[in-house]
């Protein structure tokens, strides 16, 4: 089955910098498209950053263009989400996840039907 494992979250200062990771298994990883998620308390869910199977196509929340940046490693089947210069509003559990279908690029919430167990990122004043 489908098993996606995230790390790397914590605790960190406003402006700076985390780094998360999400070793995923279970299915061909270079097939499929993947994203970042968050959720912050009392708010929906939301779309972070998503990438193309391949790792040429990206799609970010405007809230966070031009800080952080997907990637992903397909020989290590691992996507990760580089955060700089965190803001207080960047406060919340942040979940890989997999959609259903192969092939794309995936940027919609309801896309996406595997989800890791989530990650706190804690941005402090």
């Known amino acids: 089955q489908v098993q996606l494992v995230e790390s790397g979250g914590g605790l960190v200062q406003a402006g700076g910098s985390l780094r998360l990771s999400c070793a995923a298994s279970?299915?061909?990883?270079?097939?499929?498209?993947m994203g970042w998620f968050r959720q912050a308390p009392g708010k929906e869910r939301e779309l972070v950053a998503a990438i193309s199977p391949s790792g040429a196509g990206t799609d970010y929340a405007d809230s966070v263009k031009g800080r952080f940046t997907i990637s992903r490693d397909n020989a290590k089947n691992t996507v990760y989400l580089q955060m700089g210069s965190l803001k207080l509003e960047d406060t919340a559990v942040y979940y890989c996840?997999?959609?259903?279908?192969?092939?794309?690029?995936?940027?919609?919430?309801?896309?996406?039907?595997?989800w890791g167990q989530g990650t706190q990122v804690t941005v402090s004043s």
């Open positions: 996840a997999l959609p259903v279908t192969p092939f794309l690029l995936r940027s919609r919430l309801q896309d996406y039907t595997y």
């Open positions: 279970g299915r061909t990883f270079s097939n499929y498209g």
